[in-house]
């Protein structure tokens, strides 16, 4: 089993900044990384960016790259995601999951997710 526990989320306006938080806890060793995705109302959940959990490896969806970042600490056992320039498109829900393969598939295991605003 493994939890996961989203966190960082708000409203901001167009040109800000946010960073979200994921904690993990379990059995995250036999995955092979973390991913960001996001659902924004109306539309179908998007692949944002993802860690490889082996080499650190980090691979971002065309449309934010760029202007996010993530980054890990593996003393917290946390993954991070910085958002910056953030625009209206932006807005959704944002849900952390450990990935079944590399770079973009996810497996069972989900945060609640955290909501994120931007405001234009």
């Known amino acids: 089993q493994v939890q996961l526990v989203e966190s960082g989320g708000g409203l901001v306006q167009a040109g800000g900044s946010l960073r979200l938080s994921c904690v993990a806890s379990?059995?995250?060793?036999?995955?092979?990384?973390l991913g960001w995705f996001r659902q924004a109302p109306g539309k179908e959940r998007e692949f944002v960016g993802a860690v490889s959990r082996r080499s650190g490896s980090l691979y971002y969806a065309d449309s934010v790259k760029g202007r996010f970042t993530i980054s890990t600490d593996n003393a917290k056992n946390a993954v991070y995601l910085q958002m910056n320039s953030l625009k209206a498109e932006d807005t959704a829900v944002y849900y952390c999951?450990?990935?079944?393969?590399?770079?973009?598939?996810?497996?069972?295991?989900w945060g609640p997710g955290t909501h994120v605003t931007v405001s234009s």
């Open positions: 999951a450990t990935l079944l393969s590399w770079p973009r598939t996810p497996s069972d295991y």
């Open positions: 379990g059995r995250t060793f036999s995955s092979v990384g």
